[in-house]
């Protein structure tokens, strides 16, 4: 590894949580900030670098949550950094649908050599994964001349109005207690997801429950009317559901035979997080579309969607775009995280991190009797926790936990549609000490919270 920190990798803390700053800049966010956006972490960020957040009282956390899967190269990693200083030094903004640039093109570039398959590809790109997910959509829609979109139950696909339609989860995405962001965008069914760990039956295969699925499509929608089946490869938000092996393969077979056009929604998976540039790749799928974000531009706001060349050039001209979609210091961003990835095999960083994490989670599961499954692929690792001897979901169990690795100086998140999941993004450049140090940390805390 060649990487070099500017900040000293190391756990430190100086001061109760939150500290005097951080309170501080608490007691102002509560007049202005709205209520509707909270924060996992109570503290405010000075400084951040490899597998170190600095908040603005001096202490040091282990970051284990990259932002939600953003900053795999760091967040600060020194090729986005020189990227991002000469891009500003130039321009910030010409629009690309205004006066188009070369950045725009070299990330379209990137994404098609990386992204699976060698079929003739094309690219465009966006701000958020949501606004991604939104344009794959209108493309499989204006290619197929179809309507309906299928969804998964556990996904996540993003808070604006037609994501929030695929998001299978309501509280807190879809509405709170008693209250509704809808109606949500019509013509969106949701179809059973493979999830080994709650299938009613534990022998069922992943094919079979492919067949589950298409039989509700065939059933209640004829694949003849469907536009595109939106699906991640290994659910994000949902808690790090890994369907079966076979289910992703006939999936993709089905949309092949009926003429649906199959998005991988990849914003979560995608970029060496699984030790594959994306998850698809780990069962030999090539998607007609995949959708990207969150780790492509090393913490700037950029998204694209890449896939079949037919499809994204079915779309008259002037049909996709936006202000700020491609802007060029997150293009600048994004080719210096590719860049890194590139010369530092991340993809095999995270397979590196699974092999050290994985058997350690998979030791605790089996001493503490609170951790029902242990799951995930490369760098992105999920324990769920139930009540002892059953499935049933604890979520209490995880907010303890998350506080005990806070106060300890470990930054972890939680996941699920029960939210009792533990997910592990690490930024893939952390060093194997300071990750070695944070499963200390995590192990001592869940041994801790079980009793
Ligand atoms: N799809 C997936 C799989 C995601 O994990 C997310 C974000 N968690 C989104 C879409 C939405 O991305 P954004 O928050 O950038 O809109």
Redesign the pocket.
Known sequence: MTIEYRLDQHRTLTTDLPGPRSAALAARRERVVAAGVSSGQPFYVQDADGGILVDVDGNAFIDLGSG??VTSVGASAPAVVEGVREQVGHFTHTCFMVAPYEGYVAVCEALVEVSPGDHAQKAVLF???????ENAVKIARIATGRSAVVAFDH??????NL?MALTAKNAPYKGGDGTTFGPFAPEVYRAPMSYPFREENPQITGHEAAERAIRMMQSQLGGRNVAAIVI?PV???GGFIVPAPGFLPRLAEYAREQGIVFIA?????GFCRTGAWFAAEHEGIVPDLI?V??GMAGGL?L?GVVGRAELLDAVHGGGLGGTYGGNPVACAAALGAIATMRQEDLSGRARRIEEIVRPRLEALAAQTGVIGDVRGRGAMLAMEFVRPGTREPDAEIVQGIIAGCRSQGVVILSAGTYGNVIRLLPPLVIGEDLLLEAMDVLEAVVRDAAG
Do not use: F, M
């Not at 701000?127 to 997910?133: F, L």
């Not at 996904?155 to 604006?160: D, K, L, M, Q, V």
């Open positions: 939600i899967a701000n958020s994964g949501a606004e991604a997910v996904g996540y696909h993003g808070r604006t994501t991640e659910q994000g938000e929604d990849e914003v979560q998976t959708t974000a969150k706001p998204a």
